[in-house]
């Protein structure tokens, strides 16, 4: 066998494991950024409910379905 056979080879299972690291490491930035927009979403939510420096009960319950979306999310981050 030729030296340039065995590199191709080499370089080509190289190729293969880092496409499929690249996949899974792709798959948990989009985990990740999904976090972060719950996460904003939470935080838009307590400051709107405080502008008015009341919070009523429509209010609350917007921050609580809010949250437990971001729980939602980190727990799919985490993977439980």
């Given at each position: 066998?030729?030296?340039?056979?065995?590199?191709?080879?080499?370089?080509?299972?190289?190729?293969?494991?880092?496409?499929?690291?690249?996949l899974k490491a792709k798959?948990?930035?989009?985990?990740?950024?999904t976090l972060g927009k719950?996460?904003?979403?939470?935080?838009?939510?307590?400051?709107?409910?405080?502008?008015?420096?009341?919070i009523d009960k429509s209010?609350?319950?917007?921050?609580?379905?809010?949250?437990?979306?971001?729980?939602?999310?980190?727990?799919?981050?985490?993977?439980?």
């Amino acid at each position: 066998m030729d030296w340039t056979v065995i590199v191709s080879a080499v370089l080509g299972i190289l190729a293969v494991v880092a496409g499929g690291f690249f996949l899974k490491a792709k798959g948990k930035l989009s985990q990740v950024v999904t976090l972060g927009k719950e996460a904003l979403d939470v935080a838009v939510a307590a400051v709107d409910a405080l502008e008015d420096n009341a919070i009523d009960k429509s209010e609350v319950e917007q921050i609580k379905k809010e949250a437990i979306e971001l729980k939602a999310a980190w727990k799919a981050l985490l993977g439980k």
